[in-house]
């Protein structure tokens, strides 16, 4: 087809009438079969659109819906007989302990996501501006170390992690650690060093493709400068790099905030420490029937991170892009 | 007792002490960085910037992942040597073989499904009428934690007697086609491909939105071309979105592929891992921590190390090759 060599079609029309009426019925032909396949296509999204919304829609809706109702009805006939509490809401964050008490582990979400985020994002900047930029033989060889880190699964670590808080490091009878017996609001630190190191391989990866790819000019003109490598990370690096470190933060943040594996082990399962997710799992499994907790609680949960997401979302999407998922 | 915000205060100060004191500590790092003396080679400027980071991850990926090795060729306690004890063990329980056909299942069923409705969504929406808030609504899944997805799919899933009104979306939809209501999460093997779909709801969007970036990145006169050589929309699918977006689609499918095998949470919430829905990370998690079988958690953890190296590196070729084509 593409071989046929097309004529020009300037001035066809007038030499060539019958083709042109040959060639506009098809077209109207085609632009009809178009227009049903695009309606085709419209249905098609909308379904799948409408799949992927209804299930949230059906639990947010629940949530202010009093308990007689979400335990009797479907959550639909609220658009027939509609009735609107916020009881749920005040039971599950204030209430007593076994109607969930949210709050208290909304604030330990907080205490432990904060800090487990500022720490990735400062040490993976650290680490992937030395190996991209700072001279060192061997260079090539940590940056390949570190990037093959990122296959192994977290479970290969959480026995031997586990011991070391436990009963601390011991290198051939000598103890180099002790063992971090941290009671009541200190027990966070653990679960801080662990999800800073499940999240740093990533992390610096992530940051190095985006440092190694700064001008080596910016480098040498300040070098003559006399800048050291401290003044030229603070100075030059970090403010060319904030997207990159935005996006890294909101992926830990949203990583951190939504884990529950880390936290069951790392965090325990008491109001003291244990994070929002922790307590919603076991809800979920003691209180399976109790919707107008379950439904509540699991808003609380999602709220926080899908605020950081909509409010942020060009930059998640910008990470996802370069390769951000952490396995 | 109630929530009281005295309870929470020494978590608060806590929290500021933590990152007051790590800040403080970096910026020390940073001023002893040009401090240093001077030599061929910036050792010491490496050191600083690197030992952090290495420290920790020394400490908390390389020394567990071969003291997991080790201990998954030890007893119970981690303390005699077994041999192939505990992986012996793994290939002939009835109960494990169950985990690792539910496994299967998983990375059967979900990277497959994921990708193919995500990339079908990104060609159905891409330059239409509201295309961002129709790819934000089936983006969203992704800011919410297993855990919740979990809890919303519980709900749709949920049951009530016969008779009764339904509570759960997908009982009454049976329902109103003349069904019996359904304890879905009860019956294997249906309630493992029930457990399927929440993951498929979460990675679709994923699927869809690098999709999406890669179907954009065609080039128009390539479109434009077909067009005019008059290709219908299946053809144009077949023999141009297809081929342009291939590289992007396997790392696409390999990526969901290794979240698939690491699945943990959502079995967790949803069932416990009872009623035969219990997969490989799950079951580590039970060894290890619930039963205290250190030996067969480890083996079960290595076997998972096991099954993701071959997709990361199928994965770490096709990135370099499209590196490479840049």
Known sequence: ?327 | MGFSILDELPKLVWLLIGVAAFLAAIGCLLFFVDRGPRTKYEWWQASLFLAPALILLLLGLVYPAVRTTFLSFSDSRGENWVGLQNYTWMFTQPLILTVLRNTLLWVVFAPALATATGLMYAILVDRRRFESLAKSLIFMPMAISFVGASIIWKFVYAYSPAGDDQIGVLNQVVVWFGGEPQLWLLNPPLNTLLLIVVLIWVQAGFAMVVLSASIKAIPDEIIEAARIDGTNAWQQFRHITLPSVWPTLTVVLITISVQTLKVFDIVRTMTGGQYETSVIANEMYAQAFRYGELGQGSALAVFLFVLVIPLVIVQMRTNRRQREQR
């Open chain 1, 1 to 327: 087809m593409t071989s046929t060599p097309t004529p020009p079609v300037g001035g066809l029309p007038a030499k060539a009438p019958g083709k042109t009426v040959d060639r506009s019925r098809e077209s109207s032909a085609a632009r009809v079969r178009k227009r049903l396949s695009t309606t085709a296509a419209s249905v098609v999204a909308v379904v799948i659109a409408t799949v992927w919304t209804l299930p949230t829609a059906g639990l947010l809706i629940s949530s202010f819906r009093p308990e007689e109702e979400i335990k009797n009805t479907g959550w639909w006939t609220f658009f027939t007989d509609p009735q609107i509490t916020l009881r749920n809401y005040g039971d599950v964050l204030f209430g007593t302990a076994s109607q969930g008490q949210l709050a208290s582990y909304f604030v330990n979400s907080f205490v432990i996501t904060v800090p487990s985020t500022v720490f990735v994002v400062v040490l993976a900047a650290l680490a992937a501006y030395a190996l991209a930029w700072v001279d060192f033989p061997g260079r090539d060889w940590v940056f390949l170390g570190v990037f093959a880190l990122q296959i192994v699964p977290l479970q290969m670590s959480l026995v031997p992690l586990l011991s070391f808080f436990s009963e601390g490091v011991t290198v051939a009878g000598v103890q180099l650690m002790p063992a971090w017996d941290l009671q009541g609001a200190l027990a966070f630190t653990n679960v801080w060093v662990a999800h800073t190191i499940f999240g740093l391989p990533l992390g610096i990866f992530l940051l190095h493709n985006f440092v190694s790819q700064l001008p080596r000019s910016l480098f040498e003109a300040a070098r003559v400068d006399g800048a050291g490598h401290g003044v030229l990370f603070r100075r030059v690096v970090v403010p060319l790099v904030v997207p990159a470190l935005v996006s890294l933060a909101i992926f830990q943040f949203l990583w951190v905030w939504n884990d529950l594996l880390v936290a069951l082990i790392f965090a325990g399962g008491g109001v003291e420490t244990a994070p929002l997710t922790v307590r919603l799992a076991e809800l979920a499994g003691t209180r399976g029937e109790e919707w107008q907790r379950l439904t509540a609680g699991a808003f609380v949960s999602i709220i926080v991170p899908l605020l950081v997401f909509f409010s942020l979302q060009r930059y998640f999407v910008r990470g996802l892009l370069a390769g951000s998922v952490k396995g």
